[in-house]
């Protein structure tokens, strides 16, 4: 019976990654880098998407005063990722900055401030379905894309990467981003 039980939870949670994993397909989704391995990459992580690659600031700016998306993910270096951000903010585009020589607490910190809905480092890539689920499921509730970004990312991930104290510089940022969180989760 306890065999029964397992077999049966083990299936209801199959179904539930499959139906999340459903709310990608057919979305519409530019990936920005200048990398061409990482486009490729993200190309076949993505394969249940309508992909467009860009390389570059100007050919995705074009593709984005051109063509609608459901959701960007943009390289912060190399394309000035931020001027993007810019872009997709006014477009109303969710965006996830994913990078690898932006990976800082500054960087962290400009992107929450200047309206990106995730931000992720490139080791990180394997996951990148699960992060844009995350956005997607919390634009469509009306909740904020840094609760579940919390959970996948915690202060443990960062503190292995940067030290204990990489929040202490800005520590009032931090508490201000916390309640801000938390009073969302009570609304």
């Not at 061409?36 to 992580?45: M, S």
Request: proline content about 4%.
């Amino acid at each position: 019976m306890a065999d029964l039980l397992q077999n049966l939870f083990n299936l209801l949670m199959l179904e539930d990654i499959m139906s999340d994993v459903s709310l990608l397909k057919g979305k519409k989704i530019l990936v920005v880098d200048d990398e061409p391995d990482i486009l490729a990459v993200l190309e076949e992580l993505l394969d249940m998407c309508e992909i467009v690659k860009a390389a570059s600031f100007e050919e995705a700016k074009s593709y984005m005063n051109s063509r609608e998306f459901d959701i960007v993910v943009l390289d912060i270096m190399g394309v000035d990722g931020y001027g993007l951000l810019e872009i997709a903010n006014r477009k109303n585009l969710p965006a996830l900055m994913l990078t690898a020589h932006a990976f800082t607490p500054d960087n962290l910190i400009k992107s929450i401030k200047e309206g990106a809905a995730s931000y992720i480092p490139k080791e990180e890539i394997t996951e990148i379905a699960d992060y844009l689920i995350d956005i997607l499921i919390a634009k469509k509730e009306g909740k904020s894309p840094w609760e579940p970004w919390q959970d996948r990312l915690p202060t443990s991930y960062f503190e292995r990467r940067w030290g204990a104290a990489w929040k202490d510089n800005d520590r009032e940022f931090w508490d201000t981003f916390r309640a801000s969180l938390k009073s969302r989760k009570k609304s």
